[in-house]
DNA sequence: TTCTGTGAAACGGTTCACAGCA
DNA sequence: TGCTGTGAACCGTTTCACAGAA
């Protein structure tokens, strides 16, 4: 991968997950790793790893990967991970998703009261903000944690606001153009 | 796709999704879809949704699909969509989640208070527990929303319970045999 | 015209097979 | 022996091209 050549798309997801699988491993203090291990925690073969790696700097055959080695080749891969997101809906489920993972810069709901009572790290605004408050803080990627009544509604506006990536927690499915905009999809098993 | 013949698994995908698209287009009252708003939604092409419905019946070619019709196609190959869930971890995040569209038949948490204070439809049991009781249950899938610190734990505790389905919304990566055991990953954006 | 249906070609990704290093 | 690296074959999927129906 010397040049900018384009990663496939398989191997992007894979190499994603592989990053912090490493994160993981470096914490508890393991010190190599073989493409075999990483291909079952993957869900692929030792090959298809070995592939995916190809290229972005030299492993140890006959030994294993080094840990620490290879998250610092994954890393000048990635690029900066963190995206500006907004947190959509701020009921039972949205409260816990903003003690998650994720780093919010916004949040909003629809019923004024929630805006005044929810004690958030960054601030709210009612939902019909939504388009000129994202716009205005160039957000890139966002969680919905509305109801299945609202989801489609409000997603259609992140759209608007130039988000381009939209986790779904909502119950209902999202009509958007995945071509456009990248949707994950978490309310069902299936 | 007369015969048992093995859907191609991307395929497989797309007619998950396909299908609970329709059910909100049912709902909606829209009578027809065209391939090619059905591949903007999935993220396809409209050649590829076409291949994908091929052989499970006749379209109406010069129209478009009829939504009623084309939902009951898919309904014979799906099959049964419910599965055998749990709910490991009873903070605020898994109570959220267990008003969400899962339904459980058990719960899981490692704090005895948690188990009494937690007033939820299904039984709940310590997660020392957890295998004899998915065993008994003979359960499927589980959602994981525990610390970072125990979901390792924990999934492997499923795994070895015999689940086959793990949604993880805790912040840690799992590391199973992911040939073995389906893994969704849902701490983080990427 | 606008749609679906479908072989055939093209593409991308995985697996194979084997070379090379510890 | 156990590992990585890599061209080549292989296979699943998508795209193309066009036939046919409303």
């Known amino acids: 991968m010397t040049g ?9 997801r ?15 203090g393991r010190q190599r790793v073989t493409s075999r291990d990483l291909g079952r925690w993957l869900g692929a073969t030792a090959d298809t790893i ?10 140890n055959p006959g030994a294993a990967y080094e840990v620490a080695d290879l998250r610092r080749r994954l890393e000048l891969l990635s690029g900066p991970r963190d995206q500006r997101t907004v947190l959509v809906g701020l009921g039972s489920l949205g409260l816990a998703l903003a003690e998650g993972p ?8 629809g ?3 929630r805006l005044e009572q929810a004690e958030l790290p960054f601030p709210l605004f009612p939902t019909t903000e939504i388009v000129p408050v994202c716009l205005r803080m160039v957000v890139e990627a966002a969680v919905l944690a509305v109801g299945a009544t609202e989801s489609q509604r ?11 990536r939209v986790v779904n927690y909502s119950p209902a499915v999202l ?6 905009i990248e949707v994950w999809e978490r309310g069902y098993l299936v």
């Open 4 to 12: 900018g050549r384009p990663l496939p798309d398989a191997t992007r």
């Open 14 to 28: 894979r190499l994603e997950l592989m990053e912090r699988i490493l994160e993981d491993l470096e914490g508890q």
């Open 50 to 59: 070995r592939k995916d790696l190809a290229g972005t700097g030299p492993g």
């Open 102 to 109: 994720f780093s919010f810069v916004a949040g909003f709901d």
């Open 111 to 113: 019923r004024p009261n």
């Open 154 to 164: 409000m997603a259609e506006r992140l759209v608007q606001a130039g988000v381009r």
């Open 175 to 180: 009509r958007l153009d995945r071509h456009r």
